[in-house]
């Protein structure tokens, strides 16, 4: 059997840097697909993160904030086939001169009703990628199922938001499991809850709980999933050792894109790291999914062929005894379905 089955990553995940330049229509165009899940970061700037999806173009989300869906219209076009175009002369997405970041995922195009759980939800889903969006209405139950479409119960990550009122982005992460969840838009350590993730999903639904912020009846809500795919993906943990000859995590290739969180205090941010900003190591271009700060330079840790190898002793990533979760998705696979190996860089 291959090693993997997708030999060039940037078909369903790639990084894409831009310069805004405060037009009404800026074209961004390189990502190499077209995408269902756009994430854009100014760099330049402090100001808000802009998240937008295929299932609606005309409303964004911000991971720093609480916030309901707004108005993306001011500033976004259009998910393109090859990009996406945005406008308008603000921070958020295309101030002339502001350098962004956006991170775009492929997930399954047009969403597609699914009704494997007690929810009925709208689906796009991408299996080979292990990627999916879930849109869903809550229905207030104590406990419901709703289907993510990823075929397969290595669910690694879910990332729940409601869409209409002021609540909170609940994450679901494996190395946590079921009754644990983090908070994207605080520094906040893992919590336990009888109310929001129940249990570990199974390879066609996962089960919520009645709390507020994922199953209110009647509200709407946006979730983001992401199954582990070999050569592609990885979602786990590791023990900071607070020494600045760090841990190395394994993940079987070589990252394009890394987010990790500290668990068990709150000098732990939501760090993102990407091989677009740091071209060579070590990688000393951090955002902050938790934060609108603008771009910070630290030197923080490694992106390997393999992995990446932690280079500091700082609380933020490398605290002696203390557990991270990461999500990573690849430049290369360690090696491909036809033995082509990954490079250091």
Known sequence: MAYTT???????????????????????????????????KPRSDASLHFIVNSFDETK?????????????????????SDGFTVKNTNDWTNKNSS??????????????????????STVSANTTSGFSIVSYTGNGSASATIGHGLGTS?????????????????????SLGANNYLVLQTTDPSSGSANKYLSVPTPTTYEI????????????????????????????????????????????FKPAWLMYKRTDDTTGAWEM??????????????????????????????????GFKIRVSSGGINASGSTYIYMAFAENPLVTS???????R
Request: aromatic share 14%; proline share 3%; glycine share 10%.
């Open 6 to 40: 997708i030999n060039k990553p940037s078909d369903y995940f790639n990084t894409k840097l831009y310069t805004g330049d405060g037009t009404s229509s800026n074209a961004i165009t390189g990502v190499g697909f077209q995408p269902d899940l756009t994430w854009i």
């Open 60 to 80: 964004f989300l911000q991971s720093q904030s609480t916030s309901a869906e707004l108005d993306a219209t001011t500033d976004f076009v259009s998910l393109d």
């Open 99 to 120: 350098t962004y970041a956006s991170w775009n995922w492929l997930a399954g195009g047009t969403g597609v009703s699914n009704t494997d759980g007690s929810i009925t």
């Open 154 to 174: 290595n669910v690694g990550m879910i990332i729940t938001k409601n869409r209409e009122q002021p609540d909170g982005w609940l994450v679901y992460h494996k």
């Open 209 to 252: 709980g009645n709390s507020g912020d994922m199953n209110t009846n009647n509200e709407a809500y946006i979730a983001y999933c992401f199954a582990e795919k070999k050569g592609f993906s990885k979602f786990g943990s590791y023990v900071g050792n607070g020494s600045t000859d760090g841990t190395f995590v394994y993940t079987g």
């Open 273 to 306: 790291w990407d091989n677009k900003r740091s071209t060579f190591n070590p990688e000393n271009k951090a955002l902050f999914a938790n934060s609108s700060n603008a771009e910070a330079t630290a030197s923080n840790l490694d992106f390997t062929s393999n």
């Open 338 to 344: 036809t033995k082509l190996p990954a490079t250091a």
